[in-house]
């Protein structure tokens, strides 16, 4: 008998549970270990709540915990409860799937005056991270700027600007419902630092904004090079540039306007005491295609600004670190040790994109390790008396399934759930 840990519960770590399931049937018993009693990592406390289609992947991480051989160890954090060297004692191999939580900072001046806050934080502040349920977000000025060229700053900026009832469906956190049905924001502009051509957003994210209830897209028509230019362009890339071409059609008779600033660089944040502007520098594409200032400076008016220019990796001890994710070749970090996911590649690409890394490693540790022979480790069994003798109390797939149930029985009218926010709260349903 095999026994594999991975450690995270992300979709990296149920597409490689997946695989190893897949390929090593009752011959190994595959353990998903996470830092909280609730799985999915980011499709929980990342993905919007109002793109329920894409949170219905769950449903198939579900089937996998359901599996024979695979267990959910939930509520123990790896390099804290207990090392990436103890667990390479207890399981013939360790896979680290822990995603890429942290926000990129811009590195500029006033970043760290109150109103600044990352993607991260206000992301898991709606979608109930339990780290970031007190954030409280500046909604009481007119203007927000979002930072950012990418999907992630579409959310972030699409959320400030609905409605209460645009959130029917949703799975949105009642904090955050009602603090953003009373935002005075009525401007979010959106800067990114090169041009239309060169955004991270895709179509079905960009379409979205054309249909908002009381908000509207504006887009500076010199901003974008002739039509012809679009040409070329990647297919999505072609149907994202075209979107926003058609948002200069669009009338400007909403109470709320989503300014879509290109060629703009931040260079400082400003402020008494808080946000007040953005002090930004207008760029130009160099040859390269790189961003290149041109010395002329303007102020965007904010009172809340959100960064959203990338994530990285929680260090590990013991385990390489370097850029961000986990230094590795192909997945592999040291001998039975891999990465997978965002804590492998880095935060880029689509829930799918984690699957391809998933079934890689797998192989290349079935590869390695045979079905049939035995690394004689004790797996779970070992892990919950080590864990135990630490105060740890790891929580399973069935006190998730009773977490959820709650959630559900406490859902609001035309909502899926009502999420708890607090890690205390997960542990009492649980009568711990
Ligand atoms: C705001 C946002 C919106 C997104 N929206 C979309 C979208 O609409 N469509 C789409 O296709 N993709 C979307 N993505 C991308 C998608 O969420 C990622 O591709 C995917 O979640 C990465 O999976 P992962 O398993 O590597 O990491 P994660 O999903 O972050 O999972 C990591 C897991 O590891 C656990 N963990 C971390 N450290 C430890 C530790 N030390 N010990 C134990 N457990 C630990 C965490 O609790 C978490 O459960 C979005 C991403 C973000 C940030």
Request: net charge negative; glycine share 12%; aromatic share 8%.
């Amino acid at each position: 008998m095999r026994h594999f840990a991975v450690v995270g519960s992300g979709p990296a770590g149920f597409y490689t549970a997946e695989a190893l399931e897949k390929a090593y049937g009752d011959q190994a018993r595959i353990d998903i270990l996470d830092r909280y009693p609730v799985p999915y990592g980011l499709i929980r406390f990342g993905v919007a709540p109002d793109h329920q289609s894409l949170k219905a992947v769950s449903k198939r991480y579900d089937k996998v915990a359901e599996r024979a051989g695979v267990d959910f160890i939930g509520n123990v954090t790896v390099g804290a409860d207990i090392s990436v060297a103890e667990l390479l004692e207890l399981y013939d191999a360790v896979i680290l799937a822990t995603g890429a939580p942290h926000d990129r900072k811009l590195g500029i001046p006033g970043e760290d005056l109150p109103g600044v806050v990352g993607s991260a934080e206000f992301v898991g502040w709606y979608n109930g991270h339990p780290e970031f349920a007190d954030l409280d977000p500046f909604l009481h000025g007119a203007h927000a700027a979002v930072v950012g060229n990418g999907n992630v700053a579409l959310d972030c900026a699409r959320i400030l600007a609905k409605t209460r009832h645009e959130f029917e469906g949703s799975d949105i956190v009642g904090h955050a419902l009602d603090a953003l049905d009373h935002s005075a924001i009525r401007t979010i502009t959106i800067l990114g630092r090169r041009g239309p051509h060169q955004i991270a957003m895709t179509p079905k994210e960009l379409g979205e904004l054309g249909h908002l209830e009381a908000a509207v897209p504006v887009v500076e028509p010199s901003d974008f090079p002739p039509v012809e230019a679009d040409e070329p362009l990647e297919p999505g890339l072609r149907k994202s540039v075209t979107l926003l071409r058609g948002f200069a059609d669009l009338q400007q008779d909403k109470a709320k306007h989503m300014v879509f600033d290109f060629f703009a660089k931040p260079l400082r944040v400003e402020g008494d005491g808080k946000v007040e502007r953005l002090i930004v520098e207008r760029t130009e594409l160099d040859e390269k295609g790189a961003a290149r200032g041109t010395g002329e400076t303007y102020e965007v008016p904010a009172s809340l600004v959100i960064t959203a220019i990338g994530y990285s990796t929680s260090p590990i001890p013991d385990v390489p670190f370097e850029g961000g994710k986990f230094v590795n070749e192909g997945g592999r970090i040291a001998d039975r040790l891999y990465a997978v996911g965002w804590a492998r590649r880095g935060p880029s690409g689509t829930i799918g994109t984690n699957r391809p890394d998933g079934y890689e490693v797998a192989e290349q540790i079935a590869a390695a390790m045979p079905a049939e022979g035995s690394g004689g480790r004790e797996g779970a069994t070992a892990l919950k008396r080590l864990l135990e003798s630490r105060g740890v109390m790891p929580t399973d797939y069935d006190d998730w399934r009773k977490i959820e149930e709650t959630e559900v029985s406490r859902a609001r009218p035309g909502s899926p759930r009502e999420k708890f926010v607090r890690h205390q709260d997960w542990l009492q349903v649980l009568g711990r």
